[in-house]
């Protein structure tokens, strides 16, 4: 009851939009994150979203529908930096360990 | 603040071998999570403590892991008799203990067992 799903990859040009989305399963439901990586990096803390609605944190924003057991990551204005492995994440308790997607890697591309 | 800290960044060891691996959270952080990450695959949760006290530890998590916090700042991480199967990143995060926290990442130990 604790896996989320989300696309293996995605291609888009330099300057698009594109959206990434996870589905989650409902039990012990506390909050999403998302987290970027880069290949042999750390993974980085994008946003987060607790309650139905958007967060924006610059050209990056996420979405979550609790209802829908749905969240998106939205990247606009796409840059080549951008080009890594994004991972949505459940906080399955409070405080305690995230659960993570198996990643979606995006090629940017000029 | 200088973020998460983790030592050393690379370990080839050979199978059978003891390894340990230590991270430094981010000083005012009371809460310490242990991952394992392989290749192509999102971070697994294996454990983490509220100061010195290990609050979980993943059913996956073999009896050769093991975790300890004893002043409630650094923690360490130890696989006994280690396999081929151990070698992956082992990623350490730190977070704040108030509610829903942003957990920050350190740069993780990568592991190759042969």
């Known amino acids: 009851g604790q896996s989320l799903e989300q696309p293996s990859e995605v291609t888009a040009v330099e300057g698009a939009i594109v959206q990434i989305n996870c589905t989650y399963q409902t039990s012990g439901f506390y909050g999403l994150s998302w987290y970027q990586q880069h290949d042999g990096g750390a993974p980085t803390f994008l946003s987060y979203n607790a309650l139905d609605g958007l967060e924006e944190t610059g050209r990056f924003s996420s979405f979550l529908s609790r209802s829908d057991s749905y969240g998106y990551l939205l990247l606009q204005e796409l840059q080549m930096k951008d080009s890594a492995s994004y991972f949505c994440a459940r906080h399955y308790n409070q405080g305690g360990k995230l659960i993570f997607g198996q990643g979606t890697e995006l090629s940017v591309k000029p | ?114």
């Open chain 2, 1 to 114: 603040d200088t973020g998460v800290s983790q030592n050393p960044r690379h370990k080839i060891t050979k199978r059978g071998q003891n390894v340990t691996f230590r991270c430094d959270p981010i000083s005012e952080h009371n809460r310490l999570y242990w991952y394992r990450q392989t290749l192509g695959q999102g971070p697994e949760f294996l454990t983490y403590f509220q100061n010195e006290a290990q609050l979980e530890k993943s059913r996956l998590l073999s009896d050769r892991f093991s975790a300890e916090r004893p002043k409630g700042s650094f923690s360490t991480l130890e696989i006994q008799r280690t396999e081929q199967g151990d070698s992956a990143m082992y990623l350490c995060a730190s977070s704040r203990d108030r509610g829903l926290e942003t957990q920050y990442f350190g740069p993780g130990t990568r592991l190759l067992v042969l």
